[in-house]
Nanobody, 123 residues
Framework: QVRLVESGGGLVQPGGSLMLSCAAS????????MAWFRQVPGKDREIVGG???????FYATSVKGRFTISRDNAKSTMYLQMSALKSDDTAVYYC?????????????????WGQGTQVTVSS
């Protein structure tokens, strides 16, 4: 059974940092891209960024320069390092994997999803 499990969410003050992890199990995703999405209640899910199978990264404009995505294929884990966090970053963060090696912007094209982890940026 394929599983994606996010961890590392929580409450952080504005300007602070947080690192999320997404651990995959059940199959290898070495040849797949991986991505982070986020969603706020009442709004559409949006892509935060992603990393291709060969390590190329993509970031949404809203997080570029503040967030860093990486992956460790040996550990089947993807990471999202978030810094300079703002209240607008408050959301449930999901990791997702498409059945292709490159990052896709449309969430409907992703085949596997984690359960999500809440990130709250507040003083």
């Amino acid at each position: 059974q394929v599983r994606l499990v996010e961890s590392g969410g929580g409450l952080v003050q504005p300007g602070g940092s947080l690192m999320l992890s997404c651990a995959a199990s059940g199959r290898s995703f070495r040849t797949n891209a991986m991505a982070w999405f986020r969603q706020v209640p009442g709004k559409d899910r949006e892509i935060v960024g992603g990393i291709s199978s060969d390590g190329h990264t993509f970031y949404a404009t809203s997080v570029k320069g503040r967030f860093t995505i990486s992956r460790d294929n040996a550990k089947s884990t993807m990471y999202l390092q978030m810094s300079a966090l703002k209240s607008d970053d408050t959301a449930v963060y999901y990791c997702a994997v498409p059945n292709v090696p490159y990052v896709i912007l449309n969430d409907l094209d992703y085949e596997w999803w984690g359960q999500g982890t809440q990130v709250t940026v507040s003083s």
